[in-house]
C-alpha cells in the first residue's frame, strides 16, 4: 500500500516531500490544508485541520501526518526521521550515536529555534505598518546564539550536520532555518550556516519540493 501523506505542501509537510524526494519515496498526497486559511472552515468543503474526517487521524487537528500502510505518525521531524531510518542510505544514521545526533539537532532546531525563526517569517509577511518590530528584533536576538552553534558545529564537522555527509538532519534543520531567510541580514554574520543552507536548497530534491509548494494556491 502506497504512503500517505496528510498535508498540503504549504506547510511542514515539506520536510516530509523534501525527504521523500531525495531518497524517491513514492506517496499519495491528501491535500489536508490549514483550517485557520480558509474563509470559514465549517462551511468550506476542501478537507481541512478541522475536518471530523481528518481529527480520526490526527486528534491533533495538524498537519502533516502520514499513513504508511496502518502505521500512523504525526511530527513533522518524526516522520523524517522515521521514514531516513526506514529506507536507509546516506540520509539515515549508520549506528546509534549518529541516530543520537540527528535526534538532537531535530530537537535543537524544534525547540530552541523555531519558534523564533516562525516569528521572523510571520512578521515578515505581514504588511510593514503592521508588523512588530520589536517582537521581530526579539527573535533576532534570542537566534544569535543559536545560529553561532549552528556555524560553529558546521566549522568543526565540515559543512553538515552528522557523519560528514548530508542527512535528514541537515534537511530538519534547514527547513527551520528557511523561515529565518525572511531576515537573510541574520546569515551575513554566520558564513558557515549561510553556506550550508545555499548547499542545501541547492539540492535538486529541495528544488523539487518548493516547486510542488510554488504550485498551491498561496
Ligand atoms: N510540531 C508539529 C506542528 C504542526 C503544525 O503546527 N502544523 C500546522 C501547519 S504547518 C497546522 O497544521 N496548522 C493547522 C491549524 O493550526 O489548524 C509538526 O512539526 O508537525
Not at 506517496?27 to 470559514?40: G, T
Request: hydrophobic share 45%; with cysteine.
Amino acid at each position: 500500500m502506497t504512503l500517505k501523506l496528510y498535508g498540503v505542501a504549504r506547510s511542514r509537510a515539506s520536510r516530509m516531500i523534501w525527504l521523500a524526494k531525495e531518497i524517491g519515496i513514492a506517496y499519495e498526497q491528501i491535500p489536508v490544508i490549514q483550517a485557520y486559511r480558509l474563509a470559514d472552515a465549517t462551511t468550506d468543503t476542501r478537507l481541512n485541520t478541522s475536518s471530523a474526517q481528518f481529527r480520526k487521524v490526527n486528534p491533533n487537528g495538524l498537519i502533516p501526518t502520514i499513513d504508511d500502510d496502518g502505521f500512523v505518525l504525526h511530527e513533522s521531524l518524526a516522520i523524517t526521521l522515521y521514514l531516513a531510518k526506514k529506507h536507509g542510505g546516506p540520509l539515515a544514521p549508520h549506528d546509534l550515536k549518529e541516530d543520537a545526533l540527528m535526534t538532537m539537532w531535530s530537537l535543537w532546531a524544534v525547540i530552541d529555534c523555531e519558534p523564533h525563526a516562525l516569528t521572523i517569517l510571520q512578521q515578515r509577511q505581514l504588511l510593514e505598518g503592521e508588523r512588530d518590530l520589536a517582537l521581530i528584533e526579539k527573535s533576532k536576538t534570542a537566534l544569535q546564539k543559536p545560529f553561532g552553534v549552528l556555524d560553529a558545529a558546521l566549522a568543526k564537522r565540515g559543512g553538515t550536520l552528522v557523519g560528514g555527509r548530508f542527512t535528514v538532519a541537515d534537511i530538519n534543520c534547514a527547513e527551520v532555518f528557511r523561515y529565518a531567510q525572511a531576515a537573510p541580514e541574520l546569515f551575513d554574520r554566520f558564513a558557515r550556516v549561510k553556506a550550508w543552507i545555499a548547499t542545501c536548497q541547492a539540492r535538486p530534491a529541495f528544488k523539487e519540493m518548493m516547486a510542488i509548494r510554488n504550485a498551491e494556491p498561496a
